[in-house]
């Protein structure tokens, strides 16, 4: 989105519109904006709103880099050794409502402000086509379910014995001035509804071809991802079975999967940010942090390596191995050499790929019927395109170690170690800094901000904090 997206801001109208919300837009307690209210008068309007919210999706603190780094270091993919400092606390689990990183709450739910917007307009009052109008208001739904979804899964408290979510916002600067946590329940079926409505309203006939918005068959996927956290194994079939049906996409092989990393827009890409080498997050971006000259903290853990079978592309030494830097005192084994490779800072980062799907339909089919054998067969998908051992049987235990192998440094191992109510193992003790918490532990949940605690008398902090 990045790589375009300068074209629309060009638009001195829409330049004035974000500028109104850029600072405050957090607060979705604040009067409505007369000026935003009466300046959005047609789809191309619309269009340039949306692409600001995606633009905002980049943003380092969400998944510009933090959202996914968290997701590794504190399970049992990766570690921080601390070269630059960064990443130190996140290793650890260790957090206070006023060292914890305010981005990680205020950039989705800025995010969250540009959807609402969008949500709000009166179609009556926009120029322009009303199908086109209609699939931009989908994405404005899929993606406030997205950021809500990915707030809940940090700071909710859904693993540490608590029922409170995060407050989920629906009105842009409504009446509200201190908005209270909706409970878990509640929270659930929000983003459901949104991501029913974003389906709803998203003609695949209207899909864009360049993987960087979401689409019809986008939303469907991060459905099936919604439901696979919360265990409705069902629905997470159901919505990753419409994308494999959809015909539109197909798992990299083996043979493309290194090149994959070093293009945009593969045929298993369903959403990605977009970044070039003019417009990225330079040093603040993913490529510093896992390997960079100057960070370079977030290294692999030999337990990871140790889990890919011998000839796994996915362990190759273009994708896992040591650092290239000649000038470590220390060598670093086993970094991430081929996901986010640009020197350039310029990787599009792969929100939803098809192989994620893939396992959400094998991993919902075993739920629902331990014996199908289709289950193991949508597994097995992935190990013959990966050079990997066939598995010749499916449990919870192979299904997370084959969602590591592939999805290894892309934000997710925490999340399937907390979804299916796992401890986080201490395979490295001296590296692990975080002592191996078992499921519970009060810092599953990251605590609220200290600012929002100061700004929102209605807000309750998670125990522990």
């Known amino acids: 989105m990045k790589k375009f997206i300068f074209i629309i801001f060009s638009i ?3 330049a004035g519109i974000l500028a109104s919300c850029s600072k405050d837009s957090l607060e979705p307690t604040l009067a409505q904006s007369k000026a935003v209210e009466g300046s959005i008068n047609t789809v191309d309007d619309v269009k340039g709103i949306l692409f600001g919210a995606y633009d905002r999706m980049t943003n380092t603190t969400y998944y510009g880099r933090d959202y996914i780094i968290n997701g590794e270091v504190r399970g049992d993919n990766c570690f921080s050794n601390g070269n630059s400092g960064r990443f130190v606390r996140e290793a ?12 990680w709450w205020s950039a989705p739910y800025e995010v969250i402000a540009s959807a609402n917007i969008i949500i709000a307009l009166d179609d009556a009052s926009i120029q322009g086509d009303p199908a086109l109008l209609n699939h931009y208001k989908g994405q404005a739904y899929a993606i406030r379910a997205m950021a809500h ?16 979510g995060i407050p989920y916002i629906k009105v842009y600067k409504g009446d509200d001035f201190t908005p209270a946590r909706n409970t878990l329940e509640e929270c659930k079926t929000f983003i459901m509804e949104d991501i029913n409505q974003a389906i709803s309203l998203m003609n695949p006939a209207q899909d864009d071809n360049s993987k960087q918005i979401l689409t019809h068959w986008g939303a469907q996927a991060l459905k099936s991802r919604i439901a696979l956290y919360y265990g409705d194994w069902t629905v997470a079939r159901d919505a990753a079975l419409a994308v494999i049906n959809s015909g539109k996409y197909s798992i990299i092989p083996a043979s493309g999967f290194v090149s994959f990393w070093r293009s945009d827009g593969g045929v ?13 997050n330079n040093i603040n971006g993913l490529q510093q942090i896992y390997r960079g000259s100057s960070y370079g903290d977030v290294e692999g853990l030999k337990d990871l390596y140790d889990a890919f079978d011998p000839g796994d592309v996915r362990a190759s030494p273009a994708m896992i191995g040591p650092d290239p830097d000649p000038d470590l005192v220390s060598p670093k084994p086993y970094v991430n050499l081929g996901k986010y490779p640009a020197n350039d800072y310029s990787d ?25 054998p289709a289950a193991l067969t949508q597994l097995n998908l992935i190990t013959s395109n990966r050079n990997a051992v066939a598995h010749t049987s499916i449990n919870e235990d192979i299904i997370l170690l084959e969602r ?20 986080i193992p201490l395979v490295s003790p001296l590296q ?9 532990s009060f810092n599953y949940a990251f605590p609220i901000p200290l600012a929002e605690m100061n700004a929102n008398s209605a807000m309750e902090q998670n125990p522990g904090y």
């Open 404 to 423: 590591r192998r592939e999805l290894c440094f892309e934000g997710f191992r925490f999340h399937d170690l907390a979804r299916t109510k796992r401890n």
């Open 149 to 164: 979804f990915d707030l809940l899964r940090y700071f909710g408290q859904q693993h540490v014995g608590g029922t409170l």
């Open 268 to 280: 298993n890409s369903i959403f990605e940010l977009a970044y070039s080498g003019t417009d990225n």
């Open 432 to 440: 692990q800094t975080h002592g191996g918490p078992v499921y519970g």
């Open 12 to 14: 001195t109208l829409l």
């Open 348 to 372: 599009d980062i792969y929100l939803i790929r098809y192989e994620e799907v893939v396992l959400n339909y094998a991993e919902a089919l075993w739920r629902i019927n331990p014996s199908d």
């Open 92 to 103: 650890k689990m260790e957090f206070n409502e006023d060292n914890v990183t305010t981005g």
